[in-house]
């Protein structure tokens, strides 16, 4: 007997009817959202910024208002667009072997004359312990595996990025593109030796596109659809909430809107919000955690672009990302082809799982050998009753 | 014609066009290097390994590569097919185009052999066009309008009007190619002479 | 050579003249084999009654045409005929679902490679798919033999040049027959068989020659001119008696013996024999008995002279027969007063002078001049004559039975109008009735030349040996000449496919099987010549003879 959905449904259905019976008030708090937004004061939330960075917060830099929108940009009619997307099958403790698979999935699209496209995937095998562990100086290590297989897949994806370029050529204009956050989540939660040594990585990586952007037109955009921040929802609570003015208690007047509600309502089909920076370290800027983004209204929904943080210095590299990533949009539609195609190509599927492990036990017995499995696998593989 | 004309010719369809990717005794399947590089129906091909066999191309198909996404329409915007190509460059790595060939014959030690070779091609064969020359000297012969008239294919019969159509125009008299062939037809479908018709006059056109 | 190569070769010989081959798809030795013409067949060039040969496996089989059929394998062909009767379409059905089928009578077979006996009548088919075509020469010849003595070349299978030859000697066994409706060739096919037989030796000639067309000279209908009798072509062998001699000497003919008839040699039965071409009632003829018994042998000139109503009221109750009978009798009887060969006073000897001719092996060929348009005098003359010539043959047969002497020369008596005397009420009461019944018992048998054979007695009919049978087109004279022959059907169709001259088929004891042949050519010098005629004056007139023809013909 697997999932008993009778018994779920039920579930389902009075979960449904508490967040209807929520949804009114959700809506009135976007609509505070947004007169907020369009009270937006720069000098108050700048001085309040500052406020906050004495104290050692950083917050969102914003340089125009929320409210102000830029329309769609041409896109060169020659354009490059590159992206890149990897998927992993993580360690198996299940079976014999120990190792995990970091799939990179890689598309390139060359749009106007003689176009072409090129579509890649390389699977790349961990086994050795020295690829599988992270090592501190002081005798410790850290197996890659779980959500340090996350972080390590992400930083594959942002190195497979980077050689992308040597394709590319470097007289037309190109535009990379990477599935969600510019920078990989969680890694705050990692011993430092652990941290020092992804963030050495990405360092690496993002020094080395610093580099290339400044030889060629080139944007770097990270592509999260339906995003769940609320940067800018935080940063005008700065402004109106009671408590944080010193005015009286929070009265969650604006609590629980993602930027996109607010977005939504703010841009038309093809328009972005202004440029916002966050900057991990105030009063420092980080190569490697600190980003520039803005909200596109791509199609049917609101969508966030990350890029490096150098490139909000550069207008025509943020048009390239802003028009670049609409219209990939329109043409996946929906979802950037170019995205779509990498992560085709990236894409592990069940079977894929099942025939990876299969292939795995083959190799092992054919060199002599034996895979004592464990009977939890054998019982999966094998459905008797 | 001249020689050097002849052998451009013969050289321009000696083409190779694709790969075998899955073969059975009576049939095997090639994957065209270019979206859309299949012969015409009809035509004369042969999977070009050590044991070079004939087949008859049957059924082409263009489909995307991975069964589990299909093409989706662009709407009526785009002027013409082509620009819809222009636009989506990645469609030529997304679609592939293949084609089945209906095993017909074989060559053994340089002979035209009019049955179904003792194994199928290798999968990864080259495919090729045959050349003139060849295609004269496998039709000269009517052993191969049986194997046609029984394959499994639903459309046999229009393969084999159009393979006639193919053969009959290389020869000085078409149309008494075409008769010769469909006495053997005839013969083979007793009772069924509309059948011949249909098939010769698919032929003719 | 094997057979395989030899048929190969055979087949493309016909194909280059006639155009048709095929092979065995079906059929019994009942009804018939079926055979698929090939598909470069040309069905026009398949005529009904061809010989043709079957390459079976151990044998090989000769049969004939019977019909010829367009057949296909497309039910529905009929339906969409529109559609495929033009262009390639056409060409690609002809041949293969509509192709040519005919109908093969197997009649002989010949094991394969036997080339000394001859073809025994078939008992079983070929197999499947053995190879059909036209029969050709060497079959023809080891069919029906070589031309040799006693193998009397009478004509040539229809649309082939091969010699088709009679066995004569079978042939004067029996009696037999030559039919045909009037100006299809009956007499130049009687004048070849006589001179078959003549040629042959085995047998002497009688003919009573009603239209005097045998012994000098006949006349020939579609050349438009004389030709030569058999006393032209063969002056040694051939004696002419004349029943007119005026006629003959118009003719600038001296007969050779000029017929006398004395009434004292008529005899009841030959009154008996003309009773219906008199329209004598059974009881005048019966009255000639009667007088036979009153008068004795001179009953006839007796009869005839009694005049006077009393006389013959005397007569009458004399010999106990009805008045008006005998009345009626002595009316029809006068006629023959007309006759100028009766005699009143002589008893005359040609009874003895045909025999003398005939027993030195010259044919005799009586002309009946003018007296041939008049039916008593042919019926009473023949039946009187043969009578006698037949009871002398009896008894020269007899004797020669029991030791004394030779058996007779074999006798073919040649009678036409055959119909009016050898009808069902007469034949048993005519000399012609009983040879023809008793085949060959007195070395005397009968050669019928007639045109309606339907009025023939059927007994006589069956009793025929072998029949040659010109055009003929009433149903029940049709009937009559094949009954009692097997495959009627398709002798039939053959039969009512001749044309109307110089062809006819011949079937029965002579030959193996049944054929349609076309008569060999008589009245051409080159004709004669094939016969064995050679001018006994001098070469011109030969030339002579050619000089006419194309004079005659440009």
């Known amino acids: ?385 | 014609m001249n020689s050097k004309k002849q052998n451009r010719k013969e050289k321009l369809s000696k083409e190779i066009i694709g790969e075998v990717i899955r073969a059975s005794s009576t049939e095997f399947e090639t994957q065209c290097y270019d979206l859309y590089g299949f012969p015409p129906l009809g035509s004369l091909v042969l999977s070009d390994d050590e044991n070079p066999i004939f087949g008859i191309v049957s059924h082409s198909v263009t489909e995307s590569l991975d069964p589990s996404r299909t093409p989706r329409p662009r709407g009526p915007g785009l002027a013409d097919v082509k620009s819809i190509y222009q636009e989506s460059p990645q469609l030529k790595n997304l679609l592939n185009s293949r084609f089945t060939s209906i095993t017909v014959g074989y060559i053994q030690s340089q002979t035209v052999v009019r049955k179904l070779s003792p194994v199928p091609p290798k999968i990864l064969s080259i495919t090729r066009i045959s050349t003139e020359s060849e295609l004269i000297e496998f039709s000269s012969n009517f052993d191969f309008v049986a194997r046609l008239l029984n394959s499994s294919f639903a459309s046999s019969d229009d393969v084999l009007a159009s393979f006639l159509s193919i053969a009959a125009r290389l020869r000085p008299e078409p149309d008494q190619y075409l008769i010769d062939t469909g006495k053997e037809i005839a013969s083979l479908l007793p009772g069924q002479m509309r059948r011949v018709n249909l098939i010769l006059r698919n032929a003719s056109i | 050579m094997n057979s395989d190569e030899k048929f190969e070769q055979l087949k493309q010989n016909v194909n280059a003249e006639d155009g048709w081959s095929g092979v065995i798809v079906g059929g019994s030795l009942s009804d018939g084999l079926e055979v698929r013409l090939s598909s470069e067949s040309s069905i026009e060039g398949v005529k009904v009654g061809r010989l043709v040969t079957i390459e079976g496996k151990t044998h090989r089989f000769f049969g004939q045409v019977s019909d010829v059929i367009l057949e296909s394998s497309d039910r529905n062909l009929s339906i969409y005929s529109e559609e495929i009767s033009e262009g390639i379409m056409a060409k690609v059905a002809t041949g293969t679902a509509a192709y040519g089928k005919i109908k093969v009578q197997p009649k002989l077979s010949i094991k394969t490679g036997d080339t000394s006996s001859s073809p025994q009548s078939a008992k079983t088919v070929p197999p499947h798919f053995s190879k059909v075509a036209v029969s050709a020469h060497s079959d023809i010849e080891l069919i029906f033999g070589k031309e040799a003595p006693g193998k009397f070349w009478i004509g040539s299978p229809l649309d082939m040049e091969s010699k088709l030859c009679l066995d004569i000697n079978e042939f004067t066994k029996r009696s037999n027959g030559v039919f045909g409706k009037s100006g299809t060739g009956k007499t130049f096919l009687t004048r070849l068989l006589l001179a078959g037989i003549l040629q042959s030796g085995k047998a002497v000639n009688l003919v009573f020659d009603m239209h005097s067309e045998y012994g000098w000279q006949g006349y020939s209908e579609t050349e438009n001119h004389q030709v030569k009798g058999l006393k032209q072509l063969f002056p040694s062998k051939v004696a002419i008696f004349s029943l007119d001699e005026e006629h003959s000497k118009r003719r600038g003919l001296t007969p050779d013996y000029v017929v006398r008839i004395g009434y004292k040699e008529i005899e009841p039965e030959d009154v008996e024999i003309l009773r219906e071409s008199l329209s004598l009632s059974p009881q005048a003829a019966d009255a000639a008995h009667s007088l036979y018994r009153h008068y004795g042998k001179n009953w006839l000139l007796e009869f005839l002279n009694t005049s006077g109503t009393e006389s013959f009221n005397s007569l009458a109750s004399q010999i106990n027969v009805n008045q008006g009978a005998l009345s009626t009798l002595h009316r029809r009887l006068s006629g023959f007063s007309r006759y100028e060969f009766m005699d009143t006073t002589s008893v005359h000897d040609s009874v003895n002078q045909i025999l003398r001719y005939l027993d030195r092996g010259i044919n005799v060929v009586l002309e009946f001049g003018k007296y041939g348009r008049d039916t008593d005098a042919y019926i009473l003359v023949a039946n009187l004559l043969t009578r006698r010539i037949y009871e002398r043959y009896a008894e020269h047969k007899e004797r020669a039975l029991s030791g004394i002497g030779d058996e007779p020369t074999p006798l073919v008596i040649t009678i036409e109008e055959a119909h009016k005397y050898l009808t069902p009420e007469l034949a048993n009461q005519t000399i012609f009735g009983t040879i023809a019944r008793e085949m060959r018992k007195y070395n005397v048998t009968i050669l019928i030349v007639d045109q309606r054979p339907s009025q023939i007695d059927e007994e006589v009919m069956s009793q025929l040996g072998t029949k040659l049978v010109c055009l003929l087109d009433n149903n029940k004279d049709v009937d009559s000449v094949l009954s009692g022959v097997s495959g009627q059907r398709k002798l039939r169709s053959v039969l009512s496919s001749l044309d109307s001259r110089q062809q006819a088929l011949v079937f029965g004891h002579a030959l193996p099987m049944p054929v349609e042949i076309r008569v060999r050519d008589y009245g051409t010098p080159e004709s004669y010549k094939s016969l064995g005629f050679t001018d006994p004056t001098n070469k011109k007139d030969l030339s002579q003879i050619n000089q006419d023809k194309s004079d005659l013909f440009g």
């Open chain 1, 1 to 385: 007997m697997s999932l008993d959905l009778t018994n779920t449904l039920q579930q389902v259905s009075d979960m449904a009817q508490s967040i209807s019976a929520r949804e009114n008030e959700r809506l009135k708090r976007i609509e505070t959202a947004i007169i907020a937004s369009k009270k937006f004061d720069l000098r108050s939330y700048e001085s309040v910024r500052g406020h906050l960075a004495e104290l050692g917060q950083s917050t969102t830099v914003i340089n125009d208002p929320p409210t102000k929108s830029f329309i769609t940009p041409n896109i060169p009619e020659n354009l490059m667009v590159a992206a890149v997307d990897g998927s992993h099958i993580d360690v198996n403790r299940h079976l014999a072997a120990e190792c995990f698979l970091i799939n990179i999935g890689t598309c390139l699209i060359k749009y106007g004359d003689d176009s072409y496209a090129e579509l890649q995937s390389i699977p790349t095998l961990y086994a050795s312990d020295e690829n599988m562990t992270i090592r501190g100086a002081d005798n410790r290590f850290q197996r890659i595996q779980g959500s340090v297989l996350g972080i390590k897949r992400h930083i594959e994806e942002l190195k497979s990025l980077s050689n992308l370029i040597k394709k590319l050529p470097k007289d037309i204009p190109c535009s990379l593109f990477l599935d969600g956050t510019l920078f990989p989540i969680g890694i705050s939660i990692f011993p430092q030796f652990v941290r020092d040594q992804f963030f050495d990585e990405i360092n690496e990586i993002m020094n080395l596109l610093f580099q290339e952007s400044s030889r060629r037109k080139m944007s770097v955009s990270a592509y999260i659809s339906y995003p769940g921040h609320n940067d800018i929802v935080q940063a005008l609570r700065l402004l109106i909430c009671d408590e944080i003015s010193g005015s009286g208690i929070c009265k969650g007047c604006i609590e629980g809107v993602k930027d996109r509600d607010l977005f939504y309502e703010l841009l038309e089909p093809g328009q972005r919000s202004p440029i916002f920076v966050k900057n991990t370290t105030p009063g420092h800027t980080n190569i490697s955690s600190d980003i520039a983004f803005f909200y596109l209204y791509a199609g049917n929904e609101i969508v966030r672009i990350e890029m490096p943080y150098w490139s909000v210095e550069h207008n025509d590299i943020i048009d390239l990302a802003h028009g670049s990533s609409f219209d990939q949009s329109i043409r996946g539609p929906g979802y950037p082809t170019v995205l779509i195609e990498a992560h085709e190509q990236a894409i592990v599927t069940a079977v894929d799982r099942e025939s990876f492990i299969e292939l795995v036990e083959l190799a092992l017995n054919s060199n002599g050998i034996t895979t004592p499995t464990s009977q939890k696998n054998i019982s999966k593989r094998i459905r008797n009753i």
